[in-house]
């Protein structure tokens, strides 16, 4: 790229082919073999992508990039992806003395085998779960603040609905479920941003 001063990244379609063409055209009919090792280990020592080694290049006084002055700026860097963001809703049920329900995760996907209270894609899902399988369960009449949490890959949003359940609430502990005692905790992995929702509720 820098030898014919194309500006952009490789990454770009215009680019691309732009770039396998000049390759094309480039490539000598005999010894191809060597012609890509050569320029292989050029780019690899000298043409390097900071602080290119300029003198030291045989190409150098035909190099576009180096006779505009462009050397450092060519090739451009790659665009940054952008981050993915995906919204859910966890229902914090929490009974009188304090308990609140979890729900222990499939031991694939985000938080693994973790505990964590139920979660929704929308609010409307979380109440029905609520008017469903909590008895007696009176909830807020709205969510509380979004807490985001970043992963490596993408931005996760957790939007709280908090329901006061009266009684048992109807769901039993069992290798699922849980009711969790934040005042004498059990030994459970908790993810956290459940261990701050949880605490929040104190």
Do not use: K
């Not at 379609?13 to 280990?41: F, G, H, K």
């Not at 229902?91 to 139920?118: M, T």
Request: aromatic share 6%; hydrophobic share 40%; charged share 20%.
């Amino acid at each position: 790229m820098r030898y014919f001063a194309i500006a952009g990244s490789s990454t770009q379609r215009a680019v691309e082919q732009q770039l396998w063409l000049l390759a094309e055209a480039c490539t000598p009919n005999s010894e191809v073999a060597t012609y890509t090792q050569a320029i292989m280990d050029l780019g690899a020592t000298i043409c390097v992508r900071r602080r290119p080694l300029c003198p030291a290049c045989p190409l150098a006084d035909h190099c576009g990039a180096r006779r505009s002055g462009r050397q450092h700026e060519i090739p451009a860097p790659r665009p940054r992806s952008a981050r993915r963001s995906q919204s859910v809703v966890m229902l914090l049920a929490q009974q009188a003395d304090g308990r609140v329900l979890l729900e222990r995760r499939p031991e694939r996907g985000v938080w693994g085998g973790l505990w964590s209270p139920p979660q929704f894609p929308s609010i409307a899902a979380a109440r029905l779960y609520a008017a469903t399988r909590l008895a007696a369960a009176v909830l807020e009449p709205q969510p509380r603040p979004t807490m985001r949490h970043a992963f490596t890959h993408f931005d996760l949003e957790i939007t709280p609905l908090l329901a006061r359940c009266a009684g048992p609430a109807g769901v039993m502990d069992g290798p699922a479920t849980l009711w969790y005692n934040a005042a004498q905790p059990e030994r459970v992995g908790l993810p956290a941003p459940v261990t701050t929702l949880i605490r929040s509720l104190s």
